[in-house]
């Protein structure tokens, strides 16, 4: 599943298509697709992993989950797999597999855009309050909750544990306060470096413990894990993490 950073990848690249019209719609997604013929598509916003066509009349929320994937100026899939497309005079857009849902101009504003991880109206101080609320919660858990950190996935949770020293399963309340905003910092730092490597296009190369099988700092054998209530893959080091 892309996160944070490859979602706004994604955004830069349909950003051409703001303030051009819709010639045509059409595509699988379950929602009648002739209304957005004639509209104008005025912004793209993201939200963690989702990405939100803003047109006069409604917005399209895209979410690419697991397998989900999008083309500019050319179908690259079967329509089988083609969710929804929008011509442009200028262009096209189309997005497969993924989810793809119709919502009203009035969702946006219920949305909470300062837990978006990469947003300038991240808030940290309310992603520490959300925290303090869970104390039972597995800090990989944390890390991947959507409501906290929206657009964390496991790669930046993987790295940012190891980053802090911290094991996966450590509990939220029993972290230290310093160690808590360490978890914080560094879960927003991780998404723009992630964001940075894959422009330059070197980030698995960038990886430290995620995917990986030795301690990039003291050799030992790195454990491989599902772990947290998700049951998402944890790559660790019990030596370097320590278990809070």
């Known amino acids: 599943m892309p996160e944070g950073p490859s979602i706004i990848l994604m955004k830069e690249s349909l950003q051409p298509f703001v303030g051009k019209q819709v010639t045509e719609a059409s595509g699988n997604a379950k ?11 005025h912004e793209i916003r993201t939200f963690g992993k989702q990405t939100y066509l803003v047109l006069d009349q409604q917005a399209i929320r895209i979410h690419l989950l697991m397998f989900g994937s999008y083309s500019v100026d050319e179908q690259t899939k079967p329509d089988k797999s083609l969710r929804l497309s929008l011509i442009f005079k200028t262009g096209s857009l189309y997005f497969y597999t993924c989810s793809v849902k119709s919502v009203d ?10 837990a978006d991880i990469m947003s300038d109206a991240w808030n940290p101080k309310k992603a520490e309050k959300k925290l303090k609320s869970k104390p039972q919660m597995m800090v990989c858990d944390a890390l991947m909750d959507q409501d906290i950190f929206s657009g964390v996935g496991n790669i930046i949770k993987n790295e940012v544990l190891f980053r802090i020293g911290v094991q996966p399963e450590s509990l939220i309340g029993n972290l230290p306060p310093k160690k808590l ?9 991780y998404s723009f470096d ?11 190369k ?18 491989k ?5 998700g049951k998402r893959r944890s790559f660790y080091c019990e030596k370097d993490q320590k278990l809070y």
């Open 181 to 189: 905003k360490e978890l914080i910092a560094e879960a927003r730092n």
């Open 105 to 114: 101009l009035e969702f946006l504003s219920s949305i909470d855009w300062e």
């Open 31 to 41: 929602f009648d697709k002739n209304p957005l013929t004639g509209q104008t598509l």
């Open 194 to 204: 992630f964001l940075e490597w894959k422009r330059e296009f070197v980030l698995k």
């Open 225 to 229: 894990k599902q772990t947290g209530l």
């Open 206 to 223: 960038q990886w430290l413990v995620h995917t990986k099988t030795t301690c990039p700092k003291c050799g030992q054998k790195l454990v």
